[in-house]
């Protein structure tokens, strides 16, 4: 398997672009080597630009959770393109997301597009302290929410790879409001409680995607949003990442739980750049040219966008993958732990829907602390492997697997013959 296209590319791309990529995870930094570069994909390949073929399980980090190009989301994209790429006004498109989306949602009577996930996060942000009127936010540890500068306070994901603890350039000013608990630790979360009396909201991933896959404990969330009820706090649900990926709507539900705000992306918008934010009417009615908190993008709501994300969802609704995906990250779990006992590598696997990946570990993974005792060194040898016969996956062990409904049995196979293989070279480390 050669990659010299890849490396000439990173090389050249050096010059203009920092480290070569326009995300971080994207250089590799963690497992080593040179970054790939991808050509095309289609369906559940993904192909780089040296014409290997991989199986992939990064799906541009979730979005394409119908495998690549799916001929109903082409079609409609193809379609929209030929009315025009963007207005500055609003367009029927933008109607009938929102409509899916809110319908998808229990308790979301309104939703704002924005063009990522981290535009979403802010927003939310901003509107649970003007709904409050107070100010501090707490974050979980381990939790990612894109990289507004109030939330880049011990994340997980990027971060947490980079292994860099907050980040340079974020003003103690814009941190002092931001409170960090620990994830599955309810008494973390009281203790901020106890110092303060000006919390307007605590955000959490509701299955945890940025530390690896790491899952509430029975009751977590339950207990969580009935403590924040009690003390006049909002529940933020960040489902950038895990919106629409267990269930047709939010992760939240299944585990009993309805947001005060709920945090999207990814998934939404097929591919393209769209993020929202949604609630109640009581709370986006503060939300401007409404209310008096001010939110505002160029691009929002853009129509080749809403039309991507209007052709996913639906076809997911149709489509209704759910219990497949539960099958295939059960069976890829079954793999995974008997390849890693065949060859006496010590691994946990958490999953939960269409989201699955392994630790370097043997002790349970419940909170971010027990995920960084995770060998990334492991990790990588691990990861180069699967690589090299074939299986394209995020290049973190702080990342989650994503499945789409376009994987076939071949492609299982094929992942299987390639575990085996990866688990057997980081036998030998
Ligand atoms: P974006 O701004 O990257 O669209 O979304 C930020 C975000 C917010 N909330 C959650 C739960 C997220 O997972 C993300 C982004 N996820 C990462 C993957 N860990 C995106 C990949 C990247 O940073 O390149």
Redesign the pocket.
Known sequence: MSFEKSKELYNKGLKHLVGAVN????AFASVGGNPLFIKKAKGSTITDVDGNNYVDFVLS??PMILGHRHKKVQKTIEKALKNGYTFGASTENEIKLAKIVCDAFPRMDKVRFVN??????LSALRLARAFTGKDKIIKFSG?????SDALLVAA???LATLSLPGSKGVPEGAVKNTLIANYNDLESVKAHFENHDDIAAVII?PIA??MGVVLPQEHFLKELKTYLESKGALLIA?????GFRSKFGGAQELQGVEADIT?L??VIGGGF?V?AYGARNEIMEMVSPLGAMYQAGTLSGNPIAMAAGIATLSTLKKQNPYEQFNETARILEVILLEKAKKYGVAIVVNRFGSMINPFFTSTPVINFEAAQKSDTKKFAVFFWEMIKNGVFL?PSQ???WFLSSALTDNDLKKTSKAIDMAMRKVSKM
């Open positions: 995300s971080p995870v994207r980090y979730g990522s996930g981290t535009e979403a996060v939790c990612y929410h894109g990289h997980g994901s990027g991933e995607g940025n960040d489902e950038v990442m895990t945090c992306g990814k750049p993020g995020p702080f990342e989650a």
